[in-house]
C-alpha cells in the first residue's frame, strides 16, 4: 500500500498492546476510532530496546505531558509481542502505549513495510477528525523526528 498523503484518511486499525504504568502492566485493544476528537502520534518503530528505537521512545516519553497537555496521545508500534513490549518499557522507562503488529497489517496499511527488514522508521500525526495531518518517513530508519517537531504539528491542529 502506498503511504497516505496528508490531508487524506488515516487508515483505522485496532491493534493489541499494553502501557505499563506504576509497575502494573495493562493489556488492551488500541483502535484509532475511539481517539477520534483528538490528535494521535502513531510511531512506527523497528524493534524493542535497539539503540535508535530506545532513544526515539525515549525522547517521546520526555516530552508526554506536553503532548497530553495539548490532548494528544502517543502509541509506539512495532512487530514485537507484548511480552517484548513491556520488557522495552520496563527498561526504557516508557508510559504510553505499545501496539504489536506482529502480522505487519498495519505497517503494510501505512505504506511503511520494507521486504526483508520490517519496516521504516515513521510517524504519522492524525488529526482530530481522523485525517493524517503530517508524516515523516525514514529511508534507512536511523533518523527520526525530535518530539519538538511533532508537538509542534499538533500544536497547529489545536490552535
Not at 139 to 153: K, N, T, Y
Amino acid at each position: 500500500m502506498a503511504i497516505p498523503e496528508p490531508g487524506t484518511a488515516a487508515p483505522d486499525f485496532t491493534l493489541p498492546g499494553m502501557i505499563v504504568r506504576d509497575g502494573v502492566r495493562t493489556d488492551a485493544e488500541y483502535a484509532l476510532t475511539a481517539e477520534l476528537g483528538r490528535p494521535v502520534v502513531l510511531a512506527f518503530y523497528p524493534g524493542d530496546a535497539t539503540p535508535v528505537c530506545t532513544a526515539q521512545l525515549c525522547s517521546y516519553q520526555q516530552e508526554l505531558d506536553d503532548f497530553r497537555d495539548l490532548g494528544a496521545v502517543v502509541w509506539g508500534i512495532s512487530p514485537q509481542g507484548l511480552d517484548s513490549h513491556e520488557g522495552f518499557a520496563r527498561n526504557a522507562s516508557l508510559s504510553f502505549p505499545l501496539l504489536s503488529d506482529v502480522a505487519g497489517d498495519v505497517v503494510r496499511a501505512y505504506g511503511v513495510h520494507v521486504p526483508g527488514l520490517g519496516l521504516r522508521r515513521s510517524v504519522f500525526v492524525i488529526g482530530p477528525d481522523g485525517l493524517v495531518r503530517w508524516r515523516h518517513v525514514g529511508l534507512v530508519g536511523l533518523r527520526f523526528p525530535r518530539a519538538e517537531v511533532i508537538r509542534a504539528q499538533i500544536e497547529l491542529l489545536v490552535e
